[in-house]
């Protein structure tokens, strides 16, 4: 089975530039993770939702490869059965001409 999560949208601490670190702004996270799917063996992709989300919101990453990392080693720690993973991040509102975004796959 494969999971797909997008345009998950909130507000987060995340950056290096100081007013980055001084108020939340907008991301967009997408996500894409493939598993077995037996039926006591499944993935509520609510839950991963909500880990998602308070992972960034607790951590206040200022690199996003280290978010991307961080979310990996979670989910990957959360469900062992996912055998692929590929994470998204963007920050739309952080350049007035374009979003710019980081992502990463691995494969289990």
Known sequence: MTI???DLTFDVIIGLLDFERDRPQNV?????????????????YA???????NKL??????LLENALLG???L????????????IKIAKPDILPQ???????????
Do not use: G, M
């Not at 967009?28 to 509520?44: G, Q, S, T, W």
């Not at 839950?47 to 989300?53: N, R, Y």
């Open 71 to 73: 979310l990996k080693d």
């Open 4 to 6: 797909h999560i997008e």
């Open 47 to 53: 839950d991963i939702v909500e880990h998602l989300e």
């Open 75 to 86: 989910l990957r720690e959360t469900y062992p059965q996912i055998q692929s993973l590929k």
């Open 28 to 44: 967009i996270v997408n996500l894409v993770c493939d598993y077995d799917y037996a039926e006591d063996n499944f993935i509520n």
């Open 57 to 62: 919101k607790s951590e206040q990453y200022e």
């Open 98 to 108: 374009c979003t710019v975004a980081l992502s990463k796959s691995w494969h289990f």
